[in-house]
């Protein structure tokens, strides 16, 4: 039986700026890409004058215009404050931007120095269970490693909703770097957000997710059918990753495998932890 083709980012458009609630306004960050999708979500979030933006896009010059017209569709004067999912470039590069354009002289984010050097304001920690406030919104941090080390999703309590930076999208599945992702971390982190039982997830790429209780179980399972796939795939016989991808990812295009070969190599490495398969330079066996 033929599988069904994996729903990816590509060709998906939503517009630069929406209102996908009565304290919710989200602005693309203009970054369009195969692994972007149409770009990363930036949102307003709040009721008051001033509101919370949670994250800042890549720092691309077309973002400027998309954000003040976002605060524009919010209705609000500026920005109180900016918090930050974590510190890959598509999240922390406009910063510096958005601290310059509104007078912003806070930025929070759970500390990773590696991610953090480039950052032209000091990052104010934010640790698990602190919470950021802004007049109609409470976001309370959530440390969910696995996708980055330092990464946070936030829990919008006034909507029973959170805030899931890469750990969920809105459209197919968070890749898992290699050279600093943990897909164990990453299997816990799912499960702490499923103990929220959020009524909603508002993703860093893709349109908002409705039910956000079914879309983290159908992730949970997801990655539980990867490595089984993974297992199989090894069953054949020892393999390098590259052959691995081309044996299980037959419902992924083969312009998105490099980025494949990042989330098979944490499986293995998860594998290998839990003492199912082990290495031989690059050719990989079960065990």
């Known amino acids: 039986m033929a599988q069904q083709q994996q729903a990816t980012m590509i060709g998906l458009e939503l517009p630069p700026v929406d209102r996908w609630s009565d304290r919710v306004v989200v602005a693309l960050g203009m970054n369009p890409s195969i692994f972007t999708g149409p770009g990363t979500n930036t949102y307003l979030i ?11 896009g890549q720092g691309l010059a077309d973002y400027l215009p998309v954000i003040e017209r976002a605060v524009d569709e919010a209705g609000c004067e500026g920005i109180q404050e900016i918090v930050l999912t974590h510190g890959h470039v598509d999240h922390i590069s406009g910063v510096g931007d958005i601290a310059k354009r509104f007078g912003v002289e806070k930025v929070s984010k759970f500390p990773w120095p590696d991610f953090d050097a480039g950052c ?82 508002y ?8 039910d956000g209780v079914a879309k983290i179980r159908e992730y949970i399972a997801h990655r539980n059918d990867r490595e089984a796939q993974i297992q199989a795939a090894l069953g054949q016989g020892p393999a390098a990753i590259p052959t691995i991808v081309k044996r299980v990812y037959t419902d992924v295009p083969e312009v998105l495998h490099k980025a494949a070969e990042q989330s098979v190599a944490s499986h293995l490495r998860k594998l290998e932890r839990e003492g199912k398969a082990s290495a031989d330079g690059s050719t990989w066996s079960l065990v």
């Not at 004058?49 to 949670?54: A, E, F, G, H, V």
């Not at 698990?128 to 080390?149: I, M, N, Q, S, Y």
């Not at 993703?203 to 409705?210: L, R, S």
Request: proline fraction near 9%; aromatic fraction near 4%; glycine fraction near 10%.
């Open 120 to 201: 032209p304001l000091d990052i104010s920690s934010l640790g698990d269970g602190d919470v950021v406030e802004c007049e109609g919104a409470t976001l309370r941090a959530l440390h969910t490693p696995g996708h980055a080390p330092d990464h946070l999703c936030y829990v919008f309590e006034e909507e029973r909703a959170i805030f899931s930076g890469d750990n969920v999208l809105g459209v197919g599945t968070t890749v898992i770097p290699s050279d600093s992702g943990d897909l164990l971390d990453y299997m816990q982190s799912l499960e702490r957000l499923l103990a929220e039982q959020p009524a909603a997830i």
């Open 46 to 56: 709040g009721t008051g004058p001033r509101r919370i933006l949670l994250d800042t």
């Open 203 to 210: 993703p860093a790429h893709g349109p908002k997710i409705p």
